[in-house]
């Protein structure tokens, strides 16, 4: 039987993948982490990690027993809720959604949960990819996402539009040359959101987004637009992320010829019932995007 106690330490260690900062969420010492974690592999009888000086990688035994914890905590959380009862205003409420999208329904999450304190919010903010994969393996009860979902397990609604802007430095032109000259700030989204608006406004000259020099990335929604604000390159997001940037004045959403909006989409798993908090969550959503 696989140690609780350990198990914990283990996927504490692999969302911080700090020995220190794990030691101190768990009031441990870091001696008293590693002696965990050598004890759980002892239970397997193969290493669970490869360590590199104070960072290390999970080795393929590692990943196993990380999907594992994961799918324990999902199974906890759901016999913990059903138990509880489906109570409207108490229990997990379980979002995926772009970065952008995160700040812009966050705070009103944040709200609903004040109003509420038995609800319990965790927001996950990652690409359209990585948002379908979660909503498929559970580890996310609604996801919100920009392309249609071709998945029979999957169930999509639609919410809205969200508008996508060229952004540039304030002082900058927007024309072909003068993005080519600035490169492009990439983001998880960066390659799906550019070329559907180079495509429409940049034809014939826009054939792929290997011609133009990538000038940065960064995974981080809060901060895409610094270096655009810096002068350093331009990028494409949301009208939701420009809105939420606080030095509006520092960078130019370019006039198109012809704008583009995106779909926005609610997907859910097909065949699973969710508990009715989630009613709460989706008139939040419905006043987001019309």
């Given at each position: 039987m696989i140690n609780p106690v350990f198990l914990r330490t283990f996927m504490r260690l692999v969302k911080t993948n700090h020995f220190t900062?794990?030691?101190?969420?768990?009031n441990m010492t870091q001696p008293g982490v590693s002696q965990h974690i050598k004890k759980l592999e002892a239970q397997f009888g193969k290493p669970l990690l490869h360590r590199h000086g104070k960072t290390f990688e999970l080795t393929s035994v590692g990943e196993s027993?990380?999907?594992?914890?994961?799918?324990?905590?999902?199974?906890?959380?759901?016999?913990?809720?059903?138990?509880a009862g489906d109570d409207l205003h108490t229990g997990d409420c379980k979002v995926a959604c772009s970065g952008s999208m995160a700040m812009q329904l966050y705070p009103a999450l944040l709200k609903l949960q004040k109003r509420f304190p038995g609800l319990r919010v965790s927001v996950e903010a990652a690409p359209n990819a990585a948002i379908i994969e979660r909503i498929r393996v559970n580890q996310s009860d609604i996801g919100i996402v920009t392309q249609p979902v071709q998945d029979p397990?999957?169930?999509q609604e639609q919410l809205g539009q969200d508008a996508l802007?060229?952004?540039?430095?304030?002082?900058?032109?927007?024309?072909?040359?003068?993005?080519?000259?600035?490169?492009f700030i990439d983001h998880p989204d960066g390659h799906h959101y550019a070329i559907q608006l180079l495509e429409n406004n940049f034809a014939p000259q826009f054939v792929g987004m290997d011609q133009?020099?990538?000038?940065?990335?960064?995974?981080?929604?809060?901060?895409?637009?610094?270096p655009v604000s810096l002068g350093l390159g331009f990028t494409v997001l949301q009208q939701s992320a420009l809105d939420a940037f606080p030095h509006p004045d520092r960078i130019r959403s370019a006039t198109l010829a012809w704008p583009i909006n995106e779909t926005v989409y609610l997907i859910t798993k097909k065949h699973r019932t969710l508990p009715a908090r989630y009613q709460l969550l989706r008139e939040i959503l419905a006043g987001q995007w019309h």
């Open positions: 900062q794990t030691a101190q969420l768990l027993v990380y999907r594992y914890g994961l799918q324990q905590a999902e199974a906890e959380s759901e016999l913990i809720n059903s138990i397990k999957l169930r802007c060229l952004l540039v430095p304030a002082q900058a032109e927007a024309t072909w040359d003068a993005l080519l000259q600035l490169g133009i020099t990538q000038s940065g990335y960064i995974n981080q929604l809060s901060q895409i637009l610094l």
